[in-house]
Every structure is written in C-alpha cells, then in structure tokens.
C-alpha cells in the first residue's frame, strides 16, 4: 500500500500523532478511475465541514492538490485520504501550533463479486447499536471502534454487509454504507442527526433524485419501516448501490427505483 | 518524548496502524516513580479486560517486561501504553493474523499547581455529553473525540478540569479524571454501564474505603444531587486525588473523607 504524508511518500508516522492518541482526525474513502478521484468535490466538502466541527485548520488547497497527484500516479483504485491534529505532547487539550497532518493511502479496486450489484446482497443484522452522539453525527471521524465491533460479527461472505441500528433501535446504516428503502415510491433514508456517516454517495443519490422529481424523505425509522419497505438498497462512493434481498426475516426484490439510481451510481463512479 | 514501538526504541509507527485508521486499540497512563510504574497491576488487568472486549490478543507477559524495562529507563515520568490491532489493509473487519502493536511513551512528570492538591480545583462545566454506549463503557479505548472536544471548551487555567454529563443529564466523570461525592457519609461514584472510563484509581479508592468499611454507592447521579453532596472529588492515577470547591454556581468544601482518600492516594502513588 502506497502512501504519502504531508505530500511526501512516507509509509510511517509519528507515534505522537493524535489520529493515533485520540482518533483526533476525518478520512474519506475515494473511488479513483483514470487517475481521477470521483466525487472528488462532495469528498472534500465533507471534509471540511469535519474540520470545522473539530476546529482542525486543513489547508484545502493544498490537500486538493497533492489529492490529485496522487490520484494521476494511482490509475485505478481506492484513494484514503486521513486528516489529523497532528503531532502533540500528552493531553486533550488542542495546540493551536499543532499542524494537521495530511495522509493519503492508496489501495486496489476491491474485489466484490459481481451479484452484490447485479442480483443484490443479504444484510446481516448487527447486535452492536451505534451511540447518539449529535456532536459527531455525520462526520467520517477516526472514533470507528463501533464500526470495528459491529463487522466482527459475522464472517460468513454471504452476508455482503451488517445493518446497524442506534440504541433507541432506530435504523440508520451499513456498517460502511448508507442506506435507502423505497416506500410508495419515496425515496426514503434514515436521518443522521444522532449516529451515523453522512455518505457522500447518500447525498449525491439524494441530490440526483430531488432533480429527478422524486419525492424524497430524511427521517427516523424502525425496523418495522425497514420491513414495509417496497424497496431496499445500501449505497457508498467506492462500490455505487446494491440492492437488498434479505436483513432478518424481511425480503425485497431489486425494484425500478433502485436499478435507476444504481445506473445513476454507476456513472458517476465509473465516467 | 522517547518511545518503543514493540520493545524496539522507534518514534514513528506504520499509517495502516488500525489504531490510526479506527482508534483501533487501547490505553493505559501511569505514573512512573524511582522507575516503578504505580498501580501496575490494576493498569494491566483494565488493559487486559479491554483487549477481551475489542477481541484483541495481547501478549501480557510481554508487555509486562518491556514496559517494566522502560520505566526503570525512564525513572520519574508518566508512562503511556498504548495497542492497538496492529497494520492492515483498508476495512473493518478484524484479520485474526494481525500481530497487536505495543507502544511505550515517555512524558515528563506534568507540573500541576500545588494548589489543584492542596486547596483544591474548580471544574467546568462542558456543555459536550458522552454518548450512551455500553459496548465501549468503562474501557480506556482510542476513540477520545469526545474528550477532545469537551477539553476545547475551556482554555482559562482556573478550571483544572471538566465536568461531563450523558446524553442523558446524568453526571458521569471529568475529561481526565473519575469523580466522586461524599453524601451524608457516604462515598459515591457514578455508575459506568453506559459511558465513561472506568479508572484505575476510582477502583483502587473503592476498594480502599470498603476495607476501611466506609459505605460505597455507584450508581446514576444527577447535577442536583451533586450539588446536594458535602464533598466533592475527581482522582486519577497520575495526580491522585484533588478536592473540588465549585463547578456552576455549586460550591463545596475539601471535607474528612477526601482529605483521607488523598492521603491513601498519595501513598500509593509516591510509596
């Protein structure tokens, strides 16, 4: 795996960075085709909206730049992009000298078998709850130890992808993606004020269908919504959409809907 | 600040560390004395009841020698531990041949006012909460935001600490420091099922006033009924005890029963 620091190849850091103490820093998990980092501009403004709820001064410009060399050299693959605080002695407080630390990492185009997007997969339903925490809701932040727990769960390949709930039970996303149901042709997906990663592929498929004229819906939901549901898919910016077949004892089929925005998906990721 | 990354002196540490990329880990802050590091055993048992939990396969004994190796190194200071699941590739899921990195810190004893111990502190109040997670309650894990956050709050010195409710308005602990009430006699502590850091020194002056046969309740409290107790005081396994005099518009007075838990402190961390 190859990897710059501070727009330096450097496969190593210093064990005082506080993405390491602390997980005190923001990623984003970029699909890059061509040499081009795709939804390159959605990556970055998440990003930055991290950075200003952490009150971590990113120079914009400067990842921006470096982000695209290293895509050019890439070609195809997944481009990890870790911003932290940087390097600082022992203590939570913040040094306002501490320089965020810029660090890109390349890995190849993941291997998922073809059926996830063209039959659907089966979501595993996870034990593990995401915590309500407004505060970090949203943000793609380094504190993933829930996420971590809740993949461990199973290992069986057929289950493609883990269902989280929040404590309340509310329904709110994969374990490393976002997801949609499909009722009375709405296009709804669970609100992320509590828990859960705002996707960029979540806002684009939002985005694009508003545009489409679809009727589009942000709100709470159980499980018992996501079982009504006349259509389910999971959704992120390296793999597009899948459709859901099966969580628990629900079943769906692959609907109109979601081929649609799947299709919408599939260019934006691959153009 | 000199560190070993698994028993070998190194200050830098792979970017694929899980603990970078998810907060992947655990840790531990000792005082470290005439190169004896305090309360040892008590660190290692909450280390090794994390490493359980996050399903994470440390070599104690190992880490037993090497951090007993740089401490008698390191003399006076505070010793920082940290695992963490070791290098991987990009995703949650844990590979079980992932080999737990251990890496030792050395810091300098922090020169805390004399004052903090001896008359006693005055803590903010953070408006940050901890998010309910029963998952993660009482582990000392890297994912820190939180605190991170909640410390950013304050820069004024004459808070020596923060205060920290739930999500729920239930009192819990401080940023860096467990707290305890003294009511009608009896010592009190918030219960730590849902959130919080279950300290090493919390549990050591526990058990310390249940053999003295002092009552001891853990259990949920609210600001009322701190503002009701008639002592206050926050510990942890670096500065020991010190008396808290106000926090909001409450005020208390450094009382018998923390005088003599600062004591047993003392002698446990200076002995």
Redesign the interface.
Known sequence: ?H?W?DGVS???????????????GL?E?LLVRGGRPRLFERHLARLLDGCQR??LPLDSALLTEEAQRFATAMGDG?L?V?V??GDA??????DPLAAPRR?L?A?PLPAYPSAHAEEGVALFQCA??L???P??AGLK????????????EW?DPRWAEGLMCD?SGRVIEG??SNLFMVCDGRLCTPALAR?GVAGVMRAELLAQAQALGMETLVADFSLDDLACADEVFVCNSVYGVWPVLTCGAARWQAGAVTRKLQRIARELLDA
């Not at 002695?89 to 913040?94: E, T």
């Not at 380094?142 to 996420?147: A, G, T």
């Open positions: 795996m990897s620091v450097a496969d190593v850091l210093a064990v005082s960075n506080r993405g390491l103490a602390y997980g005190d990623f998990t952490l009150h997944v990890k870790i932290t605080r002695p022992r203590g939570y407080a913040i660090i990492q890995a593990m709850r915590a309500e925490q505060a970090l932040h380094l504190n993933r130890l829930e996420q971590v727990l809740a993949r461990s290992s404590t374990v490393y828990c």
